[in-house]
């Protein structure tokens, strides 16, 4: 029994532990397994080379026909899978097929020396059994040329046993290095080149500063509309106000009322331009942290909004920038554009990564289309290696997700 801090009691199981034999036991079934599988994996690849050279060959002639190299990337999807399975190899999915057929001429000739190896292992288990044969039941085989007779004595099978053993050992090394050489060739030729992973990064670090440069002009010409439409006409009607204000009071005549409306307008000018800021980074995010700031984003919102997030962490500044903008726009959207009645966003954070579920219960259809701020959304989030998602079917509901990579540091609690 142990009290938890609710104060009620708790019944606690004790599980017995397992021995030392037992896990022994565990441990050398599982390495015997992994044995058996290398070795089967080993045995699929010598008697495939033939194929390989076929494939080789159609591929040629393929080629010289203007079909591509087809042939070769079915075997090379074949060898995956079984390197994948029996090899331990890993996958990333990433296979060019211009390297294709430089593959299979390399594993062919791996095959080759599979069969080798395998040849010798089968002669080293037949010549063990024929020996084991001649001792035990005298059968009459001739294992070696010094057995004159084909009889195997005691004496003989003692003086066999070290040197048996050890080309029992080099044996199963030829299969281990085999299975080796088969995984170094598909690093080489199935994965791009370093150079090819070099050019990738460079495109994908062009098209996001391109993302990056569109969303920050997608976002000057949203506060360029904003005060446009807001403050701009505010001010407007505050200086018609003051001027009439002011030809009142030259003639003698009460402006207390036209002053209290331009006040009135002067107050709303200042509640337009702070909703800008806010949009763009309030300063409550360095003050109170992401949490807080969400939540007094969410009691200005016009749809009600319901966040959750469990366990609140501090992120580095720009994440929070970047989830705050996320948020922000998912909820304007939700209000101007969907008719949503409500909205719910879920946050969660570990060490690794930060996702953020938006879904509103509006008429869905939500597109990033160029000039808007959902589209704007994908070049924030690719500046920091992050991703979203939109799933916005016609009659909605409309869920936006997020997933924003952290650096390798240990977030810290509210």
């Not at 004790?14 to 089967?40: E, Y």
């Not at 211009?98 to 095959?111: D, E, Q, W």
């Not at 005691?154 to 090394?173: E, H, K, Q, R, S």
């Not at 062009?206 to 010409?221: F, H, K, M, N, P």
Request: hydrophobic residues 45%; charged residues 20%.
């Amino acid at each position: 029994m142990s009290r938890n801090p609710a104060g009620t009691l708790r019944k606690t199981a004790i599980r017995p532990q397992p021995g030392l034999g037992s896990l022994g036991a565990v441990n050398r079934t599982r390495d015997l397994s992994r044995g058996g599988r290398l070795l089967f994996g080993v045995l699929l690849g010598a008697i495939s080379w033939p194929i390989d050279l076929v494939a080789l060959i159609a591929t040629a002639v393929a080629r010289l026909a203007g079909r591509g190299r087809r042939p070769a990337m079915i075997m090379v999807g074949w060898h995956r899978r079984r390197l994948t399975r029996w090899l331990r190899w890993a996958d990333r999915g990433e296979v060019t097929d211009r390297r294709a057929p430089a593959y299979l001429g390399v594993r062919a000739s791996i095959g080759i020396l599979a069969m080798a190896v395998l040849g010798l292992l089968a002669y080293g288990i037949w010549s063990v059994a024929a020996v084991l044969l001649s001792w035990l039941f005298g059968v009459r085989v001739t294992v070696l040329d010094s057995v004159g007779d084909g009889r195997i004595g005691t004496a003989t099978v003692l003086g066999l046993i070290l040197p048996g053993a050890l080309l029992l050992f080099l044996n199963l090394m030829g299969v281990s290095g085999v299975a080796a050489l088969d995984r170094m060739a598909a690093d080489r030729w199935l994965r791009p080149s370093r150079n090819d992973v070099l050019q990738q990064e460079v495109d994908e670090l062009r098209l996001s500063r391109s993302d990056l440069v569109a969303a920050i002009d997608a976002e000057r010409a949203r506060i360029e509309r904003d005060l446009h439409d807001g403050v701009q006409q505010r001010a407007v009607a505050l200086g018609l106000l003051i001027n009439r204000a002011r030809r009142r009071l030259g003639t003698g005549q009460p402006a207390s009322d036209l002053l209290d409306r331009a006040g009135i307008e002067a107050a709303g000018m200042l509640d337009d331009l702070r909703e800008v800021a806010w949009r763009v980074r309030p300063s409550t995010l360095e003050a109170i942290g992401l949490a807080a700031t969400l939540a007094q984003l969410a009691d200005r919102s016009t749809p009600p909004v319901k966040i959750n997030w469990p366990d609140p962490v501090r992120l580095p500044a720009a994440h929070e920038t970047c989830i705050y903008y996320v948020v922000s726009e998912c909820l304007t959207n939700a209000g101007r554009h969907s008719a949503a009645t409500r909205v719910d966003v879920e946050i969660s954070a570990d060490d690794q990564r930060v996702t953020v579920i938006i879904t509103d219960d509006g008429v869905g259809g939500a597109e990033p289309r160029a000039g808007h701020g959902l589209a704007g959304l994908t070049g924030r989030l690719a500046a920091l290696n992050g991703t979203v998602t939109i799933h916005s079917p016609a009659g909605g509901p409309t869920m936006i997700t997020t997933v924003l990579p952290l650096p390798a540091t240990e977030p810290v609690c509210e």
